[in-house]
Structures are given as C-alpha cells and as structure tokens.
C-alpha cells in the first residue's frame, strides 16, 4: 500500500501545465476515493453481495414454487368443489323433477279419487230419487187401487141385487166346474 502512496505524492512534483494540476491529497479526491471503495467493495462485497442475492433469489424461487403449488391445490379444491356442486345440482333437479312428479301423481289419485267419489254419490242420488220415485209411484197406485176397488164396490154394492149376486156365483162355480174337468 506504500508503493501506491508514493506513486500518488510523487505526482505532486510533476510540473504542472497551466490551470491543469493533479490533486495529490488522496483523501481530498472524490474520483479516488470512490474508485477506491468501489474496488474494496466489489473485492470483499462481491461474495457477500453473491451470497445475499443468491438468498434472495433462493427465497424468491422458494416463495413463487410454494405460490404455485398452493395455486394448484386452489385449482384441484376448486375443481372438487365445481364437480360437488354440479352433482348436487343434479340431485336437485332429480329431486325437484321426482317431487313434480309425485305432485302431479298425487294431484292425479286425488282427483281420480274424488270423480270416484262423485260418481258414487251420482249413483246413489240417482238410486236414492228412482228408489223415491217408485215408492211415490206405489203409494199413488195403491191409492189410486183402493180408490178404485172402493170405487168399484160402491158401484157393485149399488146395482147389485140378489139375484144378480146369485147368477154371478153360479156362472163362476160352473166356470171352475169346466176348469177342473179339463185338469182331470
């Protein structure tokens, strides 16, 4: 380092040329002092400025595989969960379609049950009047029946005589006389 020394210092003794001089104070000298720490620096620093960038890059590599892989689990999560979600949906539809069809199923039976239903009460409204109907119509004819034979033996009371009542008695006995000959 004194040889560096003395080759600066006797730099100050060269004549100089005109307003052009070197400054031989090395320590006054920016351009020599930066050149200087520049030197040391990238001497000592450049293993140490290896060494720190290398970690640097290391941790960076380090930090963009680990983004990567959990970027991958994300997709792989994310692709389970679409795939879950689309089989659900499909469930659903499968559960709303099968509930749409009992629905209507049920809303078939119920209205299948209820015509059923109605028929037989059209049945048995219908039974019910003609049943009605022929008891009205039995009562009349009775009525009108005993109406009539009150009627008619009014009328058979009133005109007939013994005589009559005689005649008719004989004409019926003969009348089964006959009968019972042909019988035999």
């Known amino acids: 380092m004194k040889n560096i020394t003395d080759f600066f210092v006797s730099l100050g003794y060269w004549p100089s040329a005109g307003s052009f001089g070197f400054n031989t104070d090395i320590l006054a000298t920016n351009l020599i002092n930066l050149s200087i720490v520049l030197g040391v620096l990238i001497f000592f620093g450049k293993g140490v400025l ?69 028929e037989r009460l059209e049945n048995y409204k219908n039974e019910t009047l003609h049943f009605e109907q022929q008891r009205a119509i039995n009562q009349v004819r009775q009525r009108v029946f005993q ?31 006959a009968m019972e000959k042909i019988t035999d």
């Open 50 to 118: 290896n060494d720190l960038l290398d970690n640097r890059k290391q941790k960076i590599l380090s930090t963009i595989r680990n983004s990567e892989e959990l970027r991958k689990r994300a997709i792989e999560q994310l692709e389970r969960a679409r795939a879950r979600l689309r089989k659900v949906e499909i469930e659903a539809n499968e559960y709303r379609i099968n509930g749409y069809s009992d629905i209507e199923r049920e809303k078939v039976n119920l209205i299948n049950a209820t015509s059923d239903s109605l």
């Open 147 to 177: 109406q009539a034979l009150q009627g008619a033996l009014g009328t058979l009371n009133s005109c007939l005589n013994k005589e009559l009542h005689f005649r008719t008695i004989s004409a019926n006995i003969s009348t089964l006389g």
